[in-house]
């Protein structure tokens, strides 16, 4: 079996939210061969020098969670993209780009945090080469740990801002950026996270000259209550909700 989250928005100050993380890594992920976090793992995260007693806690979860035998993923999001290799050698998990292709039975399957899809959303799109530049990532690391976490809230703030008041399409994935990436990655089926609108969508795409259906799942976000995960069991790929 194998399980997909995204976009927990781990914070300190949200005490329910981590219990409900931490409950399950105890009792449903050690099910579990593999384990895919697809971004926005953390609400915020400035570099693995920054980390506080309640990041390394979530490491040591993670860890231990991985010596029990579960196999664990994580992918860069909006949120956490400054996330590197030190944090996940503690945690005992692999980084991987994005995106990302796997093939757990038999049929190749696409993995996204999401914010690529949203192409619509212009701005935000330019923000994100600009952050995600590897000259401007370099530079920011040898700044103060406290200048980072001031840049991190304005960024925050202002995307928030912005956001309220942007149209529902232009910060939802787009139609056709969703088929371009399938098709190029020559995929059936899409799983990412991001948006905050878990479901299951139906879709044409065209392989080989052909028209084939396709599917992509959309992963809920988490709050202090609920959880939500895919699941892919003998082929099966189902959404799911739960209570903590």
Not at 68 to 83: E, K, P, S, V, W
Not at 207 to 216: A, K, S, W, Y
Request: glycine fraction near 6%; aromatic fraction near 10%; include cysteine.
């Amino acid at each position: 079996m194998l399980l997909f989250i995204s976009d927990l928005h781990l914070q300190e100050n949200r005490p329910q939210l981590t219990e409900g993380f931490l409950n399950f890594l105890k009792l449903q992920a050690p099910k579990a061969e593999a384990l895919y976090i697809l971004g926005d793992f953390f609400d915020v995260w400035v570099g693995d020098d920054a980390m506080t007693p309640f990041h390394q806690s979530i490491a040591d979860a993670l860890h231990q969670c991985a010596e029990q035998g579960t196999t664990i993923y994580l992918m860069h999001g909006n949120r956490d993209f400054a996330l590197g290799q030190g944090f996940c050698r503690q945690a005992s998990c692999t980084l991987l780009p994005d995106p990302y292709v796997i093939t757990p039975f038999g049929e190749p399957l696409l993995l996204m945090h999401g914010d690529l899809l949203c192409t619509d959303d212009i701005a935000y799109q330019r923000m994100r080469r600009v952050f995600r530049n590897p000259i401007i990532n370099f530079i920011l690391r040898k700044t103060p740990v406290s200048f980072r976490q001031k840049i991190a809230r304005k960024t925050r703030q202002t995307s928030q801002e912005q956001t309220r008041l942007k149209a529902d399409n232009i910060i939802d994935a787009n139609p056709q950026a969703i088929i371009d990436y399938m098709q190029d990655y020559q995929v059936k089926t899409l799983i990412h996270g991001h948006t905050h609108r878990p479901n299951r969508h139906q879709l044409q795409l065209k392989h080989q000259g052909q028209i084939t259906q396709g599917q992509r799942y959309v992963l809920g976000d988490w709050n202090d209550h609920q959880g939500w995960k895919i699941q892919i069991d003998s082929g099966v790929i189902e959404l799911l909700s739960f209570d903590f």
